[in-house]
């Protein structure tokens, strides 16, 4: 392992501890049960899983260090010279499924590869963001979202916030729907600009940054009443980040391509979902407002 790769490996664990901590102390009851496991192809991770808490349904917080002989489809298809290349990779992802409609779903993943070929130098880069899938959209949340997500990319450029915010609305997209997956936050992939301490600071200002933008919200809507209209909402809605983490989310296609494992892969999906066919909320109802948030939107 080379000390870059060393380094990022400790901060992601560390990260991982971190934000299982806030997760667990704003939900009250719930506590993470972690899973570590070995890959025989190399490497490891942790798998921690918070199920039937008072404020998630079900909380996902995956750290893991892979190593290969050959990068997967998944990892080469923006990378075509790489093919071939052997690799390390470590991350953290997770997916929080809130039990109460107004509190939205949330994604997050911070995550560093490494690339060697005998005839080239080590090719390294940094990737990740976070982003907000709400069912009961409230302003004043996403607004706040989006906040704290440009104040942290604002010591790396003016422009940064504005670029992977565009790059997060169009990646979390399902052309099949015409819409977003949710209000956006910010995305990046193949960051090695500026050298590695700068992308590293980034990528550790996105990972710690995530619960300041997430915390707060989950605050304000935890305790709001819902019935089993919206619960029901919420369940079909879940819907739909089935469908674009089974169809175009290139994380699960790694994970699954290079040979991971799968209940850690598929961890992101939600305990609970249904699908209904031709469903259409009624015209004027707080169900068919969610519309207008699925079009990407400036919101600071």
């Known amino acids: 392992m080379s000390e870059q790769a060393e380094?990022?490996?400790?901060?992601?664990?560390?990260?991982?501890?971190?934000?299982?901590?806030?997760?667990?102390?704003?939900?009250?009851?719930?506590?993470?049960?972690?899973?570590?496991?070995?890959?025989e192809g190399g490497g490891g991770g942790r798998t921690r899983v918070l199920?039937?808490?008072?404020?998630?349904?079900?909380?996902?917080?995956?750290?893991?260090?892979?190593?290969?002989k050959s990068l997967p489809p998944a990892a080469t298809?923006?990378?075509?010279?790489?093919?071939?290349?052997?690799?390390?990779?470590?991350?953290?992802?997770?997916?929080?499924?809130p039990r109460n409609p107004h509190v939205?779903?949330?994604?997050?993943?911070?995550?560093?590869?490494?690339?060697?070929?005998?005839?080239?130098?080590?090719v390294w880069w940094f990737g990740g963001g976070f982003d907000l899938t709400p069912?009961?959209?409230?302003?004043?949340?996403?607004?706040?979202?989006?906040?704290?997500?440009?104040?942290?990319?604002?010591?790396?450029?003016?422009?940064?916030y504005s670029r992977y915010k565009k790059w997060c609305d169009?990646?979390?997209?399902?052309?099949?729907?015409?819409?977003?997956?949710?209000?956006?936050?910010?995305?990046?992939?193949?960051?090695?600009?500026?050298?590695f301490e700068r992308c590293f600071a980034f990528t550790q200002a996105v990972g710690e940054g995530f619960l300041n933008a997430y915390l707060p919200i989950v605050e304000r809507r935890k305790?709001?009443?819902?019935?089993?209209?919206?619960?029901?909402?919420?369940?079909?809605?879940?819907?739909?980040?089935?469908?674009?983490n089974l169809v175009y989310d290139r994380g699960t296609l790694f994970g699954l391509q290079s040979g991971g494992?799968?209940?850690?892969?598929?961890?992101?999906l939600p305990p609970r979902v249904r699908f209904e066919y031709a469903y259409e909320p009624e015209a004027g109802s707080a169900e068919a407002q969610l519309a207008a948030y699925l079009k990407p939107r400036d919101w600071v």
């Open 170 to 195: 169009e990646y979390f997209y399902l052309k099949h729907r015409d819409e977003t997956r949710g209000v956006g936050g910010l995305f990046y992939d193949d960051l090695n600009e500026g050298g």
């Open 104 to 122: 939205p779903t949330t994604h997050a993943n911070v995550r560093y590869f490494e690339a060697n070929k005998p005839d080239m130098e080590p």
């Open 261 to 268: 494992r799968t209940e850690s892969i598929l961890m992101s």
């Open 51 to 68: 199920t039937d808490g008072d404020v998630f349904e079900q909380a996902g917080v995956n750290f893991s260090y892979t190593q290969g």
């Open 7 to 39: 380094r990022a490996e400790t901060f992601l664990r560390g990260l991982q501890d971190r934000i299982c901590a806030g997760v667990e102390q704003i939900d009250g009851r719930g506590r993470f049960v972690e899973d570590a496991w070995v890959r």
């Open 223 to 244: 305790a709001m009443p819902y019935g089993e209209r919206e619960r029901e909402f919420q369940l079909y809605r879940r819907g739909r980040y089935v469908e674009f």
């Open 135 to 160: 069912f009961y959209p409230h302003d004043e949340d996403v607004r706040h979202w989006h906040t704290v997500a440009n104040d942290l990319c604002t010591p790396f450029g003016s422009d940064v």
């Open 77 to 97: 298809a923006r990378k075509p010279e790489l093919t071939g290349a052997s690799y390390v990779a470590a991350s953290v992802s997770l997916v929080l499924h």
